[in-house]
């Protein structure tokens, strides 16, 4: 029995989701012809600060954000869980649900991969999925930038699209990502000073953020460009 496409998997606080998190899954399902990608919300991330905002909230956003995409599935398991989160967890947690066969293509950022490997147990993630990581235009990975032993997994996993649906784990590949210079700090930050944030971000997770009265506390100091834009 032929195993179904690859699917791809995308982890994030999303506080709030935007449109950088949006263009990103949507330009990596495209280029890596991935039968679909699970949006996975954390609850409370291992490897970085507490999400200001609960996690019923920020699923119910990333829930009307990506309603009417096909392609895009939500997944809350994680959410709601006062345990910290850490991606081998979440893998773990997937091939037992899916089996060993189905690709598994974890989706990330150029930034992100650059410090792959201050994850948890970071080189037994690529035992059980695929990492693909989005490259700016003009910002490609430099083998020689990266610390020693990723770029000795870099050299030795490196692949194309088209071997994602090969095996179920293993490669690393790379996909063209539009730049959109917006961070959910920037969006918090904004709300939080009374500016405006249309365009940013959906009308649905917009008028949410309205009406629950999300990011109005103290203000946080705005920063457009985080990283690769999608934190």
Known sequence: MTPPGPLGLFGGT???VHYGHLRLAE???EALGLESVRWIPSGNPGHR???CTPPAHRVAMVER???GNP???LDSAEAHSAAPGFTIDTLRRLRTELGPEWPLVFIIGTDQFVALDRWRDWQALFGLAHFAVGERSGYPIRTEALPPALAAEYGQRYGKSGD??????GRIVVFPMTRLAIS??????AIASGASVRYLLPPEVLAYIGQN???TGGIERPSMDSGNGHS
């Open 184 to 189: 959910a700090s920037f969006i918090r930050g």
């Open 65 to 67: 954000a990506i309603a």
């Open 49 to 51: 600060a507490t999400p």
């Open 213 to 215: 009265r999300l990011y």
């Open 14 to 16: 999303f506080d709030p």
């Open 71 to 73: 392609r895009f599935q």
């Open 164 to 169: 994602l649906r090969a095996s179920p784990s």
């Open 27 to 29: 330009e990596a399902a």
